[in-house]
């Protein structure tokens, strides 16, 4: 376990991640920004923004690199894992990734939001055999048949690391560059539809064929948020948030596009500012 408290926990380094960040430590917090992929892939792949005021024409990767420069000059702490389970404690929360346990007085979500629809079958056999995270539950489907559906190139070190489990890896690109995976690992050129099994998953359904398996990974660049957080109060899909960016749990704040419309960057930077500034005042009566 990391042997630091810290004061701010951020999950997802977006626009709102990032914005949440440099006030945080503008305000001489101690913040941890939990990142998993590059900073928001999403945003980089805009080809041209426009709306963002002040800041006209400039690529989604432009305004990227000019955020994440800015909140770079302040010092986060910057961890590079998924977080993949918070635990609300004594005044502390632990948050947990692949590989370590981590401390904080109060968390930020900001993983963005799922652009896709959910598969059938996927919330209901969460945990039993569909999962979000190969490198945790991985172990589980050790010689047996998995499929890994992703939209990012993330997926391929998933399909890769599996390989050294399982007996027969399928993987199934939702993007558009050719992957590079292991070989051994099958290529699958088709749409997902639907998971299907008795207790546990048997089966993926695809548009043209399907394929009997044990286990399906599905690699997003962001999870289902209540995957994360069990127990936080939703409104449909999003969390469920204050004027303050509070949420249902005390010290929990979110911001950008996981609380819902409309999916604009200077909502998720002003919401982000507005979510760190309640978690200081949360820290500041919690020292009282
Ligand atoms: C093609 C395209 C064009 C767009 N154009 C515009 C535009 O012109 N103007 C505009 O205002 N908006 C535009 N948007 C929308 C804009 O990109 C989003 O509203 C904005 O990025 C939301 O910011 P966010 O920080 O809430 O989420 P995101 O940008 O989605 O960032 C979330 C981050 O969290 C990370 N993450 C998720 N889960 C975890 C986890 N468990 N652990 C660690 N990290 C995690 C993800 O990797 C990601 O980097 C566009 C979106 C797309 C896809």
Known sequence: MSSEIFDIAIVGGGPAGLSAALTGRIRNKSVALFEHMDFSLKLQKAHIVDNYLGVPQITGQGMMQQFLAHCMSYKPNIIKEKVVNIFPGDGIFTLLTPGETYQARTVIIATGVVATTLFRGEKEFLGRGVSYCATCDGMMYKGKDVAVISYTAEGEHEADY??????NVYYLPQYKEAPAVRSGIKLVHDKPQSIHGDVVVEKLQM?????NVHGVFIIRMSD???NIIPGIDLDGEVIKVNRDMS???PGVFAAGDCTGKPWQIAKATGEGLVAVLSAITYLGKKDK
């Open 162 to 167: 599996l390989s050294e489990l399982c007996r």
């Open 224 to 226: 289902p948020v209540e």
């Open 207 to 211: 548009s043209k064929e399907e394929l």
């Open 247 to 249: 949420t249902s749990i």
